[in-house]
């Protein structure tokens, strides 16, 4: 079946624009994950979404960075006023988790390689 | 806090020979680890893991890997590398009850050369 789908596959902006970065999760799945994959930092938890649940926005760097998810479904990881830092891979996860259980696996997208000039 | 560690950077083996990748864990009580492949320019892509009962688990493509209690410790083996299996190798620890909101906490990554 299908797989987590990310878009765009890579982008390249100018510092000081907004981005958005969109997840397609696997059909069915409950949790949703977005983590960011740079050189310096190894990969790093962003956000987590849980059903209806309020979101884990525990990793989220800065007050420039957002995510929602509508509709259970579709994530939209959205950075404000970009810097150079913010270059990156940014991947996003899901699972078919229940809350409070956490041993099932979390199937990735191919990432959204972000290029900050 | 939790944490994870894969001490080499890269590891080279000629085909045929043992691969084995090394990871230790640090967490409070008892953890759910995982190992991850990434080809390049791709996602991660789902090896194994281990919950719990046997402290060998065995995975995807010919690979297994040992959890070790006392010494913390998950090492990833394949008995017969492959060329193949050249890739970035990811460890992972997640706390059983979503306390950390079930995010994964990810070792730093350990490049594997399979030389022919």
């Known amino acids: 079946g299908a797989g987590v789908s990310q878009s765009p596959s890579n982008k390249v902006t100018e510092k000081g624009k907004d981005v958005e970065l969109r997840c397609d999760p696997i059909?069915?799945?409950?949790?949703l994950y977005w983590y960011r994959q740079s050189l310096g930092q190894g990969l790093e938890f962003l956000i987590y979404?849980?059903?209806?649940?309020?979101?884990?926005k525990s990793g989220l760097p800065s007050d420039r960075f957002s995510a929602e998810r509508t509709g259970g479904s579709v994530s939209t990881l959205t950075i404000q006023r970009t810097q150079q830092e913010d270059s990156a891979v940014y991947l996003c996860a899901s699972s078919s988790q229940h809350p409070g259980v956490s041993n099932q696996p979390q199937h990735f997208g191919d990432g959204t390689r972000l290029s900050i000039l | 806090a939790q944490s994870v560690a894969q001490p080499e950077d890269q590891v080279n083996v000629a085909e045929g020979n043992p691969l084995t990748v090394k990871c230790t864990y640090s967490v409070s009580g008892n953890p759910y680890l995982f190992w991850y492949v990434q080809y390049p320019n791709r996602g991660l892509q789902f090896l194994l893991k281990y919950i719990t009962g046997d402290n060998l688990v065995k995975g995807s493509y010919g690979f297994e890997a040992e959890f070790n209690k006392s010494q913390t410790s998950f090492h990833l083996k394949k008995p017969s590398a492959l060329v193949s299996d050249s890739a970035l190798y990811f460890c992972?620890?997640?706390?059983?009850?979503?306390?950390?909101?079930?995010?994964?906490?990810f070792g730093g990554g350990t490049r594997v050369l399979v030389k022919p």
């Open positions: 992972a620890v997640r706390l059983p009850m979503g306390a950390a909101g079930n995010k994964l906490t």
């Open positions: 979404f849980q059903g209806n649940s309020a979101p884990d």
């Open positions: 059909s069915g799945h409950t949790a």
